[in-house]
C-alpha cells in the first residue's frame, strides 16, 4: 500500500519563528489533506490541496503531485499552533475517499 | 448539530466485555468514517458509510468489529470481546459530499477506550 512519510517527527520553536514541515507519499494520490490535532486530540482540517498551493492567514501549504510530496508552512508561530500536524492522502486506487495518514509531526511552540 | 458528536468521551472496559461507540454526524452529511488512532500514531481507516449503506469496511481489524449506520445519520461501531490491542481512540469523521473529497472531513472529538 501506498506509504506517507512526514518529517520531521518532531520539533520544538520559539512563539515568531517559521517552519516548514513535509509530507511524501510513495503513490499517486486522487486527494490530499493537512490536519491539525490540537493538544486536547481535536482534528481539525487545514487543508484541502491535492495539487498547486493555498493560503491561510499564517499557514500556507503546496503540493506538488509529480513529484509526491507536499509542505506545510507555518509563519510567525504562536502558542497555539503546538499539538501534531498530519498529512493525509486519497491513493488514486482506493476508490472510496479513505485517507491514508502519516505518522504526523510534533509541534511544541515555546513562549 | 453544529458539529460531529462522539459519546462516551471515555470508556474503560474489562477484556471480553462488549462496547458500543456513538457518532453524531452534522445534519445532512452524507458520508461518514471511522477511524482507530493508537497512542502516539496517525489515525488509520476502518469504514466507510455511504448513507446507510456501508460501501467499505476493509479496515475493520477482525470479526470483533461492527459498524451500522441504519437511517443514515447516527453511526454506532460495536466490538465485541474486547481486547487489550483494541485499547485506542476512536474517531468519527463526515462530510457532506460522498467520500471526503476536496470539502474535507469534519472530525469528532474522539472516544477514548481503555481495555483493562
Known amino acids: 500500500g501506498i506509504q506517507v512519510e512526514q518529517s520531521p517527527p518532531d520539533l520544538i520553536l520559539q512563539e515568531g519563528a517559521n517552519s516548514t514541515l513535509r509530507c511524501n507519499f510513495s503513490d499517486s494520490v486522487n486527494n490530499l489533506q493537512w490536519f491539525h490535532q490540537n493538544p486536547w486530540g481535536q482534528l481539525i482540517n487545514l487543508f484541502y490541496i491535492p495539487s498547486g498551493t493555498k493560503q491561510n492567514g499564517r499557514l500556507s501549504a503546496t503540493t506538488v503531485a509529480t513529484e509526491r510530496y507536499s509542505l506545510l508552512y507555518i509563519s510567525s508561530s504562536q502558542t497555539t499552533d503546538s499539538g501534531v500536524y498530519f498529512c493525509a492522502v486519497d491513493p488514486t486506487t482506493s476508490g472510496t475517499y479513505k485517507y491514508i495518514f502519516g505518522t504526523g509531526t510534533r509541534l511544541k511552540v515555546l513562549a | 448539530g453544529a458539529g460531529v458528536s462522539q459519546s462516551p468521551r471515555y470508556k474503560v472496559a474489562k477484556r471480553g466485555q462488549d462496547v458500543a461507540l456513538r457518532c453524531d454526524p452534522i445534519s445532512g452529511h452524507v458520508s461518514l468514517f471511522w477511524y482507530q488512532q493508537a497512542l502516539g500514531q496517525g489515525p488509520e481507516f476502518l469504514t466507510y458509510f455511504q448513507n446507510e449503506a456501508q460501501l467499505d469496511k476493509s479496515g475493520l481489524p477482525s470479526d470483533r468489529f461492527f459498524a451500522e449506520r441504519p437511517e443514515g445519520s447516527v453511526s454506532t461501531l460495536k466490538i465485541q470481546r474486547t481486547q487489550q490491542e483494541d485499547s485506542a481512540v476512536y474517531l468519527c469523521?463526515?462530510?457532506?459530499?460522498?467520500?471526503?473529497?476536496?470539502?474535507?472531513?469534519?472530525f469528532g472529538s474522539g472516544t477514548r477506550l481503555t481495555v483493562v
Open positions: 469523521a463526515s462530510s457532506p459530499q460522498t467520500g471526503g473529497g476536496r470539502y474535507g472531513y469534519t
